[in-house]
Every structure is written in C-alpha cells, then in structure tokens.
C-alpha cells in the first residue's frame, strides 16, 4: 500500500457527496432546507468517510466496504433516528405495512432504510468520488489527524440528530430493540472484517460497462419503485440476491475494472435523479422553488457522473 498522505479534495467531495445524494438527490429532504446539510454531512459524510478510509487502510475493497455500510444502516435507522422503531416518525406510520410484530419494525421499509443507505449514501459516494480520482482511487485519503477529526464529527454529528429526533418526536426505541440492533450493527462490522482480503482475479469475461451500469439502472428502478407489500419485499429481496451474486461473480474476472463499478454507481444514481422528483410530489413539497432546485441538483448528478466516465476513460 502506497503511503497515507492528506488528500483533502475527495475526502471533502465524499463528505459533501453522501448527503447530498443520501437526502437532497432521493427529494427525502427538498433543496429549501439545504442548511440542514450542515448537520446531515457530519453523520452521512462522516461515516461515508471512515467506511471508505477503514477498507482501504486494512487493504480490504468493497465488499468490507458494503458490510460496513450495512452496519451503517441499522445505526442510523435504528439507534440514531430510530425510524424503523418509531410508530409515527415525522407524521409517518412507517410499521403499518408488512409489520414484523416481534421485531417492531415493518419488512418493507426496513429494506428500503437499510438497503437504501448502502446503495445510495454510502456506495453510489464512494464509488462516483473514487472514480474522479482514478489515482487515489485505492489509497487511503486522511492521515491520522484527518481520521481523527472525521470520527469526532461522526459522532457529533450522529448526536446532533438523534437529540433532534427525539426532541421533535418524543420517542425512544425500547431498550430491547436499541440492544438488539446493536448487537446486529456488531456482527455486520464483525462480519466485514472478517471477510478474506481480496483475491487474484479470474480469466473471464464481463458486460461492457455501459450495459453493466443499465442492468443497475433497472434493478434499482425496481427496488426503489416497488410496492408496499410482501410481494414488493420478495421483489427486493430477489432483485438484492441476484444483483450481489450478480457482482460478485463478474468482479471476480480480469475484465472487471473501474469503468464497470461507475456502471453500478451511475445506475443507482440515475434512479435517485428521477426518482427525487416522485418522491418530492408524494411528500407534498413540490414547489416551483423545490422542482426548480431539483432540477439544478439532478443536472449537477448527472454531469458529475459524466465527469467520472471520462476520468476512467483517461
């Protein structure tokens, strides 16, 4: 591994990055309230940060990257703003659909939350920031201080909000859920490094990224406009088996490279692209002062991502 130096340009790009597609680009959060980015890119960037410096530190790539993410998940829909516990979080009765009674939470949005958080604010960052920067793209970004600095901002950050939540809610997960979803962000981030360092790769074909990043399109498309009902959660949770089973074997080859894993990355992001204005419309806060900053922000996506395709290229 090459030496740790203080990289500061994609290290605040993934900082700002994680929210700004996490929230701003899905419309969750409509571009009216954008200093809440203030808040958000501590705990979204932040951990976006230390997930991407901790794989690429240890010498382990993406899929301790993913698994980390995932543990990422649950911290924050669980232990932070504990929407997947909160009966009516911010108006929202997120348990009245595929209830799971013994856990408190609903199937539904529990894949949505979580798996949401590992496609699109923590993978769709790092890989889209890592392809800007082709150079840097395995080496780690922040020395010590830097690691040290994020943490704190992690932390406070994550803090910040979860006193917001429970102040504007009035509501504190029982401790048998908050304990159990510990012990489960544990095992993920157990479970991530204990994973095999990455192995030589295979002789084999692949997709041309651009039909790699088109299947992404698709299955994202699908996961994120499927329906609230168990047949919508077996839908994700086939379109997540096959898609990760999918990557794995393809990534195993030689003809695998950066190009492909922008492919990924620029699918799921075209899904939030239109994907922010639906939900924008379903929130009720489709003003002409939001669509038009949507619009901004969806051609700000979408140009970065075109950016990224032609430093790979380069």
């Given at each position: 591994?090459?030496?740790?130096t203080?990289?500061?340009?994609p290290?605040?790009?993934?900082?700002?990055?994680a929210?700004?597609?996490?929230?701003?680009?899905?419309?969750?959060?409509?571009?009216a309230d954008?200093?809440?980015?203030?808040?958000?890119?501590?705990?979204y960037?932040g951990?976006?940060?230390?997930?991407?410096?901790?794989?690429?530190?240890?010498?382990?790539?993406?899929?301790?990257?993913i698994l980390l993410?995932?543990a990422?998940g649950?911290l924050?829909?669980?232990?932070?703003d504990?929407?997947?516990?909160?009966?009516?979080?911010?108006?929202?009765?997120?348990?009245?659909?595929?209830?799971?009674?013994?856990?408190?939470v609903?199937?539904?949005?529990?894949?949505s939350?979580?798996?949401g958080?590992?496609i699109?604010?923590?993978?769709v960052?790092?890989a889209?920031?890592?392809?800007l920067?082709?150079?840097?793209?395995a080496?780690?970004?922040?020395?010590?201080?830097?690691?040290?600095?994020?943490?704190?901002?992690?932390?406070?950050g994550?803090?910040?909000?979860?006193?917001?939540?429970v102040?504007?809610?009035?509501?504190?997960?029982?401790?048998?859920?908050?304990i159990?979803?510990?012990?489960?962000v544990?095992?993920?981030?157990?479970t991530?490094?204990?994973?095999r360092?990455?192995?030589?790769?295979?002789?084999?074909?692949?997709?041309?990224?651009?039909?790699?990043?088109?299947?992404a399109?698709?299955?994202?498309?699908?996961?994120?406009?499927?329906?609230e009902?168990?047949?919508?959660?077996a839908?994700?949770?086939?379109?997540?088996?096959?898609?990760?089973?999918?990557?794995?074997?393809?990534?195993?080859r030689?003809?695998?490279?950066a190009?492909h894993?922008?492919?990924l990355?620029?699918?799921?992001?075209l899904?939030?692209?239109?994907?922010?204005?639906?939900?924008?419309?379903?929130?009720g806060?489709?003003t002409p002062?939001?669509?038009?900053?949507?619009?901004?922000?969806a051609?700000?996506?979408t140009?970065?991502?075109?950016?990224?395709?032609?430093?790979?290229?380069?």
């Amino acid at each position: 591994m090459r030496s740790i130096t203080w990289r500061p340009a994609p290290a605040v790009g993934l900082f700002l990055l994680a929210p700004l597609v996490g929230e701003y680009l899905l419309g969750n959060v409509p571009m009216a309230d954008i200093g809440g980015l203030l808040v958000l890119a501590p705990m979204y960037g932040g951990g976006a940060l230390l997930i991407r410096e901790t794989a690429r530190r240890t010498g382990r790539g993406w899929p301790t990257m993913i698994l980390l993410a995932a543990a990422y998940g649950v911290l924050e829909a669980c232990l932070i703003d504990q929407s997947l516990f909160n009966p009516s979080f911010e108006g929202h009765d997120f348990q009245s659909v595929t209830p799971i009674p013994w856990l408190g939470v609903s199937a539904h949005y529990a894949l949505s939350f979580v798996g949401g958080h590992v496609i699109w604010s923590i993978g769709v960052p790092i890989a889209l920031v890592e392809a800007l920067t082709p150079r840097r793209s395995a080496v780690p970004w922040l020395g010590p201080p830097g690691l040290a600095v994020t943490g704190v901002l992690f932390v406070l950050g994550s803090f910040a909000v979860f006193l917001s939540m429970v102040e504007e809610n009035g509501f504190v997960a029982p401790t048998p859920q908050r304990i159990g979803a510990a012990v489960v962000v544990l095992l993920l981030a157990g479970t991530a490094f204990a994973l095999r360092r990455p192995r030589p790769a295979i002789p084999g074909a692949v997709p041309r990224p651009w039909l790699v990043g088109l299947a992404a399109f698709l299955a994202s498309g699908l996961f994120f406009a499927r329906m609230e009902d168990w047949p919508g959660v077996a839908l994700a949770l086939v379109l997540l088996a096959v898609s990760a089973l999918t990557i794995v074997r393809w990534s195993r080859r030689t003809g695998w490279g950066a190009a492909h894993r922008l492919g990924l990355a620029g699918g799921a992001l075209l899904t939030y692209v239109w994907g922010g204005f639906v939900l924008l419309s379903l929130e009720g806060d489709a003003t002409p002062l939001n669509l038009t900053a949507q619009s901004l922000l969806a051609l700000a996506a979408t140009t970065l991502l075109l950016l990224a395709r032609i430093r790979c290229r380069a």
